[in-house]
């Protein structure tokens, strides 16, 4: 089946920091997301892919979709303490979503 | 914002016993689904529910498993007999169509411990 292999598995950074996260897959999806996770919390959509080489970013947040439609990298830049938490990329398949593994995130103040 | 609404928070239940999970999700919605998450691992797709039936189901969801939507609001996981392995945690969602991005909405979770 599909899968999506996310690196790192986790980091450990300074707030201020801008950092960078990214997720591969040995299948096409046609849009790809990347999620946020707080602890007890469901995934929350933070961005969302639709076009090859698509580029688009959310505040701090900038994501890009692989021409291939086979990887998409996470960049947060200045990262803040309530920045932490595991952040999730997703290949969308008609009525379900296919996650990596995830990357959890930790920011020193 | 409307949200999707999931009851317990947190089950504790014996090995072997049933268990119900329940969902509301936003009233709008035509499609539901089930996730788990294994601690520390990634969320799985489990099942995806539309026009009271089940539209597709994943590998985890064997006989022991079964979705319902009992009236018009709830949305429900069983669990027959429920295993060790079954702890996790368990995400309910629900979206307008099937190609839904944004409206992707999950609830906060049912935390599921078998001892």
């Known amino acids: 089946g599909q899968q999506l292999n996310q690196s790192p598995q986790s980091m450990f950074i300074q707030e201020g920091e801008d950092v960078s996260m990214n997720c591969t897959s040995s299948?096409?999806?046609?849009?790809w997301l990347w999620y946020k996770q707080d602890p007890g919390e469901g995934p929350v959509l933070l961005i969302a892919?639709?076009?090859?080489?698509e580029l688009t970013s959310n505040g701090r947040l900038t994501a890009q979709f692989g021409i291939t439609r086979k990887d998409s990298f996470l960049n947060i830049s200045a990262s803040i303490p309530s920045d932490v938490g595991i952040y999730f990329c997703?290949?969308?398949?008609?009525?379900?979503?296919?996650f990596g593994q995830g990357t959890t995130l930790q920011v020193k103040p | 914002e409307p949200e999707v609404t999931q009851t317990p928070s947190h089950q504790v239940t014996q090995m072997g016993q049933e268990v119900i999970l329940r969902c509301v999700p936003i009233s709008n919605h035509l499609y539901f689904y089930w996730y788990r998450q294994i601690l520390g691992q990634k969320v799985e797709f489990l099942v995806s529910?539309?026009?009271?039936?089940?539209?597709?189901k994943s590998e985890i969801f064997d006989d022991q498993f079964s979705v319902e939507r009992p009236d018009g609001s709830n949305f429900t996981l069983k669990i027959r007999s429920t295993k060790l392995e079954d702890s996790a945690m368990y995400f309910c969602?629900?979206?307008?169509?099937?190609?839904?991005?944004?409206?992707?909405?999950f609830g906060s979770g049912t935390r599921l411990t078998v001892v």
């Open positions: 299948s096409i999806f046609n849009t």
């Open positions: 997703a290949g969308q398949l008609p009525g379900k979503l296919i």
């Open positions: 892919l639709y076009k090859a080489g």
């Open positions: 969602a629900s979206t307008g169509t099937v190609f839904e991005v944004y409206g992707y909405t």
């Open positions: 529910f539309y026009n009271n039936e089940i539209s597709e």
